[in-house]
Nanobody
């Protein structure tokens, strides 16, 4: 079982930056897939960024809407996955969720709210 806790959300002006953190309750070394999703009111929960561990490297993927602005990374020593968000836009406003998938099971955090003002 993996427990995920997101933090780092808040209110920021358009053009600003925030870094979100997803802290896992145990080592994430063996968790090969972790991702960030977001959901705005009245919308589907959508994938923002994911990071998949390979044999010797990590592969990151991003939604078209955030490419060039967001960066996902993981620090196995700290059991934490990060989402660095730059050049934020009002349309980035949403609750951001952390997801982990391992051994056929999916785990979700409870979310952290990001609000970007115009």
């Amino acid at each position: 079982q993996v427990q995920l806790v997101e933090s780092g959300g808040g209110l920021v002006q358009a053009g600003g930056s925030l870094t979100l953190s997803c802290a896992a309750s145990r080592s994430i070394f063996s968790i090969n897939f972790m991702g960030w999703y977001r959901q705005a009111p009245g919308t589907w929960r959508e994938l923002v960024a994911s990071i998949t561990s390979g044999a010797s490297t990590n592969y990151a993927d991003y939604a078209d809407s955030v490419k060039g602005r967001f960066t996902i990374s993981r620090d196995n020593a700290k059991n934490t996955v990060y989402l660095q968000m730059n050049s934020l836009k009002p349309e980035d406003t949403a609750v951001y969720y952390c997801k982990a998938r391992v051994d056929g099971r999916v785990y979700w955090g409870k979310g952290t709210l990001v609000t970007v003002s115009s």
